[in-house]
């Protein structure tokens, strides 16, 4: 029921003209939720995690941003000359701190947070819960680039973005599962967000480093972002040790 709620009232709140605030239903949604079925703080995954678990949330960005940034820059699909690079690093900056906060209220604290915990709760299995809040949180996100907001994207560009956004739906998850901690996915997304449309901008929209070839190099909606982003994602599965999963949590407790 939470996650058909989510996905209209964002739909609406896109296709109505209301892009820049469709995510904030989604923290009325959490804490009426939460507050009815009363999950614990672990099973939400309120809880700091590992420190090492952080410095897989920061890999993930360098690894694929970097990497796309350096392909691109090889090939020469690149334009420099006039970013403003103090604005940059300001905007960057902003968008990390008060990201943190802004996604574990409402895309982390959702998909991660309550939908991961209440699914747990119900007795299915990591791998499981894992694969669905990652399916949902791509279904979640069709109404952006379909509504024709500034988040829009040519049709052709649609699949490969859903592929993306299935994959760091995984990642994200998979550093939830890892880590026992929202906290931690919440820190790599809020990461990812001011990096990735900042330096290579979003929608149609072409970022700071003005790479135009974002079919190929985006690292959200590219060929080459579903090759960096998957090999990420294999890289952290085989991390995911499933078996040592529920002992972990169990000890958390």
């Known amino acids: 029921m939470s996650v058909v709620i989510a996905i209209a009232i964002t739909a609406i709140l896109d296709f109505t003209g209301y892009f820049n605030f469709s995510a904030l239903p989604l923290v009325v949604i959490i804490l009426l939720f939460w507050f009815i079925y009363r999950l614990n703080k672990v099973e939400f995954g309120l809880k700091l995690g590992p420190l090492k678990y952080y410095g897989y949330a920061l890999l993930y960005p360098l690894f694929v941003l970097g990497t796309t940034a350096i392909i691109a820059l090889i090939y ?13 690093a300001l905007n960057i900056s902003i968008g990390s701190i008060f990201g943190i906060l802004m996604v574990l209220l409402t895309e982390e604290g959702f998909f991660r947070g309550w939908l991961w915990g209440s699914f747990k709760r119900s007795g299915m299995s990591s791998k499981r819960v894992l694969i669905i809040t990652s399916i949902l949180f791509t279904i979640w ?6 509504s024709g907001t500034s988040y829009g994207l040519p049709l052709h560009q649609i699949p490969v973005y859903l592929v993306n956004a299935m994959l760091l739906g995984m990642i994200w998850g998979l550093l939830r599962l890892i880590s026992g901690s929202v906290v931690v996915a919440a820190f790599c997304h809020a990461i990812w967000n001011p990096f990735a449309y900042e330096l290579f901008g979003f929608g149609e929209k072409v970022g700071a480093l003005g790479i135009t070839n974002t079919a190929f190099f985006g690292p959200e909606v590219g060929y080459l972002g579903i090759l960096l982003n998957g090999l990420f994602f294999l890289w952290l599965w085989n991390k995911a040790k499933f078996g040592e999963i529920k002992k972990i ?3 958390s407790i």
């Open 76 to 88: 020469g699909d690149y334009s420099i000359e006039n970013v403003d690079w103090s604005k940059l």
């Open 141 to 146: 996100h069709i109404s952006a680039v379909t």
């Open 249 to 251: 949590t169990t000890n």
